[in-house]
């Protein structure tokens, strides 16, 4: 009995154990990729916010809170990334929601073709289509000039404006709020919709209790991804903004590169950090929420 | 309370339409066109209250447009629906009185039951107390009753089906479209099923339209059968009607199973009696049910017979003479035993291979025991001869 049971075990065992290198070895990509890309850097700026400015610029070791006690002081730049990369979200979602529908729902055999038309932009560097922005807001050779015929205002300027830059954030991330929704409105049973017109719900009413509910997934995974990129942003305040709107990547290029004063700098990034992290906490309690209470509405 | 009973009233199907006897639907020579298809084709037919109709036929032959048309998820291209003596054209789903049970039961994934079921009723504005008193009440209806706070996806084929059925008929709708509802389902679910459908359809008293493929099913449940293809409606009546007075060769096969004898119909007697000479030489009386193609003297036909009508026994045993027993001689080629009964395939030399079912009744098994190779005699009334247009 023990003798057969013996090298049965040691032969699971030994399975055991190949099974558990074989994760190691697959999940070590990744784990050394997370490590010395952002739990180390990530770490670094933790460990650099508590220090002081070296003489000429820098990172001198110490602890004090006063970078955080500065960071603030000045809280216009968290602000202003807060309206605005809500704002951006927002703007985002309601150009991306009827053209999601419409690439799942009406475009048919177009479908594909509007998938690809929406991705050729990534083909083409960031800066690039970030600059060709200032082409078409331009008051000689775009819009601009165009409003300022129309209105006889000479004065008319989009450029320059948080206008310009929310304009920037909507075209720039609106393909990675559109592909979630697409995703979960493609997939979604379009005799649910019959179904509720058949039971006696209109257009407007069937979105809202049908669609939208069942979106939702695709909605704030949408809202998230580009939330957070829009928060750092800086390229885009930089150029179409011309730095007027001053957003908290600009301030983190003015305290590094500017003001080499990296302790100063990384105690604004955990704060951005810090920022998110509750502003997205508190984004998904409040969707969950509203989902359980309408759950629970009915019973 | 008072919001309760108006809302009642609104609902219940209006006395005077029902008083001036209009059908729970009316289509007036409809025609459906997608693109160059003609999906249904000057179709005419009226829906009569409280029964239960079956839409029959092979797909694509225009069941499910119908349906949609009733519903109002299509228009017509040519023609008119009334629902309750009231022209329909242009009013949308959503203000028709009609509710549907999907082919795959389209129940909501983001509720629970009774959020399902409950939805008509939100829509009109219901009080939460009255939707929850009606809602118990449906779920009642289909046996359902505790399974209110269950996810959809929790529950089996059998259920989900159930909870669709409540969700339409908590409504009160004149007419419930049934669209192949029981597809999904394995064949004992919808044998119970099918006697479930029908006595619901009994208690609640709603017309029932339901669509289906499977003649069986429509034979089980319907009042009457509408037998459709190419988007026509090749005959309409009750099972009886259909199974024995075929008024064509497409409904006789596609009701039932039927033996076919081709031959040519040598005189037509009053009564709608004929004969036919086959073209192995045999003469056979029958009945002309093909009043579709309505065949006179000379022209071809079949003589399809029921292979239930047809007997079969040991070639020795044969005997008593009878003008109206038609007798074939023939050779067993295959015997299956199907449980309840048995099917025989016999050749024979008059008639070609004949399709023969025998009842397993007690002491009918195997003691009069005919099997493959064995010389037999195959007799039938000569009421069970079809004479139609093949």
Not at chain 1, 92 to 100: F, K, S, T
Not at chain 2, 35 to 53: H, K, Q, W
Not at chain 2, 88 to 111: E, S
Not at chain 2, 135 to 151: I, K, M, N, P, T
Request: contains cysteine; glycine residues 12%; charged residues 15%.
């Amino acid at each position: 009995m023990t003798t057969g049971a013996a090298p049965a075990g040691r032969f699971a065992e030994g399975g055991r154990a190949r099974s558990a290198l074989l994760t190691g070895l697959l999940i070590l990509p990744a784990g050394l990729w997370y490590a010395l890309l952002l739990v180390a850097p990530l770490a670094i700026i933790v460990v650099f916010s508590f220090g002081v400015r070296a003489k000429n610029g820098g990172y001198a070791p110490a602890f004090t809170f006063d970078n955080y006690v500065t960071a603030l002081q000045r809280t216009e730049p968290f602000v202003n990334s807060l309206v605005m990369a809500g704002a951006g979200t927002i703007g985002c979602l309601l150009v991306a929601l009827p053209l999601a529908y419409f690439m799942a729902t009406r475009a048919g055999s177009r479908k594909n073709l509007l998938v690809l038309l929406l991705v050729i932009p990534f083909w083409t560097s960031f800066l690039i289509r970030t600059y060709a922005w200032l082409i078409i807001l331009n008051p000689d050779t775009g819009v601009a000039g165009w409003i300022q015929g129309l209105t006889g205002n000479e004065k008319f300027a989009i450029l320059g404006s948080p206008f310009s830059v929310l304009i920037g954030l909507v075209y720039g991330y609106l393909p990675l709020m559109v592909f979630p929704l697409f995703v979960t409105l493609d997939r979604m049973d379009r005799t649910l919709v019959e179904a509720s017109k058949d039971l006696g719900a209109g257009r407007w009413s069937t979105f809202r209790q049908i669609t939208l509910p069942i979106a939702l997934p695709g909605l704030v995974t949408g809202s998230i991804l580009v939330f957070i990129p829009m928060m750092g942003e800086y390229v885009i305040p930089a150029i179409l903004g011309y730095g007027r709107y001053y957003m908290m990547g600009n301030a983190l290029v003015s305290s590094f590169l500017e003001a080499r004063n990296w302790p100063a700098g990384s105690a604004r990034a955990v704060g951005l950090i810090l920022v998110m992290l509750v502003t997205v906490t508190f984004y998904l309690w409040f969707v969950n929420r509203g989902r359980r209470v309408r759950e629970a509405s009915v019973l | 309370m008072t919001a309760a009973v108006a809302h009642d009233s609104k609902s219940t199907r209006d006395p005077a339409a029902g008083a001036g006897g209009a059908p729970d639907v009316r289509i007036a020579d409809v025609t459906k066109r997608f693109g160059s298809v003609i999906a249904v084709d000057r179709m005419t037919l009226e829906i009569a209250s409280g029964a239960f109709y079956s839409l029959l036929g092979p797909s694509g032959c225009g069941k499910t447009t119908t349906l949609r048309m009733i519903a109002g998820f299509e228009q017509p291209t040519e023609g008119e629906i009334f629902l309750a003596g009231q022209p329909v054209a242009g009013v949308p789903a959503y203000r028709r009185n009609v509710n549907t049970v999907f082919q795959h039961y389209a129940l909501f994934p983001h509720m629970d039951v009774a959020q399902n079921v409950g939805y008509g009723l939100r829509q009109r504005g219901t009080t939460k107390a009255e939707e929850a008193r009606r809602v118990g009440e449906a779920l009642e209806l289909v046996r359902l009753s505790g399974y209110d706070q269950r996810r959809t996806w929790e529950l089996s084929g059998g259920q989900q089906q159930r909870v669709a059925l409540a969700r339409a008929l908590i409504n009160h709708p004149t007419v419930l479209l049934l669209d192949e509802p029981l597809g999904a389902l394995d064949l004992k679910l919808r044998k119970e099923m099918q006697l479930e459908l029908k006595a619901l359809q009994r208690e609640v008293g709603i017309t029932f339209v339901y669509v289906t493929h499977d003649q069986e099913e429509a034979l089980t449940m319907s009042d009457v059968i509408v037998v459709m293809n190419h988007g026509r409606i090749l005959q309409m009546g009750g099972p009886t009607d259909l199974y024995e007075r075929p008024v064509s060769r497409f409904v006789a096969d596609f009701i039932g199973v039927s033996n076919p004898i081709a031959g040519r119909l040598v005189e037509v007697a009053g009564g709608g009696l004929g004969v036919v000479e086959t073209d192995r030489g045999m003469r056979l009386r029958g009945r002309v049910t093909d009043t579709t193609a309505s065949p006179g003297v000379g022209d071809a036909v079949i003589v399809a017979i029921r292979p239930e009508r047809l007997s079969v026994e040991p070639a020795a045993a044969a005997n008593t003479p009878d003008g109206a027993i038609v007798r074939v001689a023939g050779t067993i080629n295959q015997g299956t035993y199907l449980g309840d009964q048995t099917e025989f395939r016999v050749a024979t030399e008059l008639a070609g291979e004949l399709i023969v079912r025998r009842q397993n009744a007690a002491g009918a098994g195997s003691g009069s025991g005919v099997g493959p190779g064995d010389p037999v005699m195959v007799s039938w009334h000569e009421e069970a001869n079809l004479i139609l247009v093949g």
